[in-house]
Protein backbone atom coordinates (compact mmCIF):
# COMPACT_ATOMS: atom_id res chain seq x y z
CA UNK A 1 0.00 0.00 0.00
CA UNK A 2 2.56 2.58 0.79
CA UNK A 3 4.47 1.25 -2.47
CA UNK A 4 0.86 2.56 -4.54
CA UNK A 5 1.06 5.86 -2.35
CA UNK A 6 4.65 6.49 -3.15
CA UNK A 7 3.80 5.83 -7.01
CA UNK A 8 0.52 8.49 -6.83
CA UNK A 9 2.72 10.81 -5.21
CA UNK A 10 5.52 10.87 -7.73
CA UNK A 11 2.96 11.20 -10.61
CA UNK A 12 1.58 14.40 -9.06
CA UNK A 13 5.22 15.07 -9.06
CA UNK A 14 5.68 14.82 -12.43
CA UNK A 15 2.52 16.19 -13.36
CA UNK A 16 3.42 19.17 -11.63
CA UNK A 17 6.77 19.38 -13.17
CA UNK A 18 5.61 18.97 -16.72
CA UNK A 19 2.98 21.80 -15.47
CA UNK A 20 5.94 24.07 -14.35
CA UNK A 21 7.55 23.18 -17.86
CA UNK A 22 4.47 24.03 -20.31
CA UNK A 23 4.77 27.47 -17.59
CA UNK A 24 8.12 28.13 -18.87
CA UNK A 25 7.86 26.96 -22.75
CA UNK A 26 4.85 29.67 -23.09
CA UNK A 27 6.55 31.84 -21.06
CA UNK A 28 9.58 31.54 -23.92
CA UNK A 29 7.35 31.79 -26.74
CA UNK A 30 5.63 35.08 -25.48
CA UNK A 31 9.85 36.27 -25.05
CA UNK A 32 10.61 35.07 -28.44
CA UNK A 33 7.63 37.17 -30.14
CA UNK A 34 8.26 40.27 -28.29
CA UNK A 35 11.85 40.41 -29.30
CA UNK A 36 11.19 39.52 -33.21
CA UNK A 37 8.44 42.60 -32.30
CA UNK A 38 11.56 44.51 -31.37
CA UNK A 39 13.46 43.76 -33.99
CA UNK A 40 10.58 44.47 -36.73
CA UNK A 41 10.92 47.90 -34.95
CA UNK A 42 14.84 48.66 -35.22
CA UNK A 43 14.60 47.15 -38.91
CA UNK A 44 11.54 49.45 -39.73
CA UNK A 45 13.27 52.79 -38.31
CA UNK A 46 15.93 54.36 -40.23
CA UNK A 47 17.10 56.23 -37.42
CA UNK A 48 17.55 53.37 -35.25
CA UNK A 49 19.88 51.41 -37.51
CA UNK A 50 22.14 54.66 -37.67
CA UNK A 51 22.03 54.89 -33.94
CA UNK A 52 23.05 51.52 -33.30
CA UNK A 53 25.37 52.34 -36.10
CA UNK A 54 27.15 55.65 -34.45
CA UNK A 55 27.16 53.59 -30.86
CA UNK A 56 28.88 50.51 -32.84
CA UNK A 57 31.45 53.00 -34.15
CA UNK A 58 32.00 54.60 -30.77
CA UNK A 59 33.05 51.31 -29.20
CA UNK A 60 35.05 50.38 -31.62
CA UNK A 61 36.99 53.85 -31.79
CA UNK A 62 37.20 53.97 -27.98
CA UNK A 63 38.78 49.89 -27.61
CA UNK A 64 41.17 51.46 -30.37
CA UNK A 65 42.08 54.09 -28.38
CA UNK A 66 42.98 51.65 -25.26
CA UNK A 67 44.31 49.45 -27.09
CA UNK A 68 46.96 52.08 -28.17
CA UNK A 69 46.96 53.22 -24.27
CA UNK A 70 47.39 49.84 -23.33
CA UNK A 71 50.66 49.46 -25.52
CA UNK A 72 52.10 52.58 -24.88
CA UNK A 73 51.56 51.60 -20.98
CA UNK A 74 53.33 48.37 -21.95
CA UNK A 75 56.38 50.42 -22.86
CA UNK A 76 56.45 52.86 -20.20
CA UNK A 77 56.63 49.72 -18.13
CA UNK A 78 59.08 48.57 -20.10
CA UNK A 79 61.46 51.23 -19.91
CA UNK A 80 61.03 51.51 -15.88
CA UNK A 81 62.16 48.06 -15.29
CA UNK A 82 64.98 48.86 -17.55
CA UNK A 83 65.89 52.02 -15.56
CA UNK A 84 65.40 50.03 -12.40
CA UNK A 85 67.41 47.03 -13.71
CA UNK A 86 70.50 50.03 -14.49
CA UNK A 87 70.11 51.45 -10.97
CA UNK A 88 70.40 48.04 -9.21
CA UNK A 89 73.67 47.50 -12.08
CA UNK A 90 74.89 50.62 -10.42
CA UNK A 91 74.57 50.48 -7.30
CA UNK A 92 76.02 46.92 -7.04
CA UNK A 93 79.28 48.28 -8.66
CA UNK A 94 79.68 50.83 -6.10
CA UNK A 95 79.52 48.37 -3.56
CA UNK A 96 82.66 46.48 -5.73
Known amino acids: MANSESKTSGLLKMEEAIAKLDEILIGFKQ ?3 GLHQKIEIIDSKP ?4 S ?3 YKKDAEKRASELEAEVKWLGEELKAIR ?3 G ?3 QN ?3 DKS
Open 47 to 50: ELQR
Open 52 to 54: IKN
Open 31 to 33: NLC
Open 91 to 93: GNS
Open 86 to 88: LKL
Open 82 to 84: MLL
